[in-house]
């Protein structure tokens, strides 16, 4: 059986936060990365407790067109401070650990 893989492909292991091996600035990175993790985790928790679209966008207490976006991941439409206020209304507490830089 061949291999399809390139024998020229470098691949490079992730220092952690794909948006840093991207290349942008760490504080950058650090934000996108937290949106991106509090995205996941609301689809998810629509997901699990099996929330319509309306019945999530009632207890985040936003319109079903921003369900829609958030569950399409449209991450450009939520700023962070947004992501935190729409756990909260879900009952979430979200928390922010400083630790070293790699």
């Known amino acids: 059986m061949a291999s399809n893989i390139d024998p ?3 691949i490079t292991e992730s220092c952690g936060n794909v948006f840093l ?3 942008f600035p760490p504080g950058e990175a650090a934000v996108l990365a937290l949106r991106a993790d509090l995205m996941a985790r609301l689809r998810l928790m629509i997901e699990t407790k099996k929330w319509t679209q309306s ?13 829609s976006d958030l569950v399409r991941g449209k991450w450009d439409k939520f ?19 400083l630790a070293d830089a790699h």
């Open 8 to 10: 020229d492909l470098t």
């Open 79 to 97: 700023s962070l401070d947004m992501l935190i206020t729409l756990a909260a209304r879900a009952g979430k507490e979200v928390r922010l650990e």
């Open 55 to 67: 019945e999530a966008a009632e207890r985040f207490g936003v319109a079903q067109s921003r369900i």
């Open 21 to 23: 091996d991207l290349g």
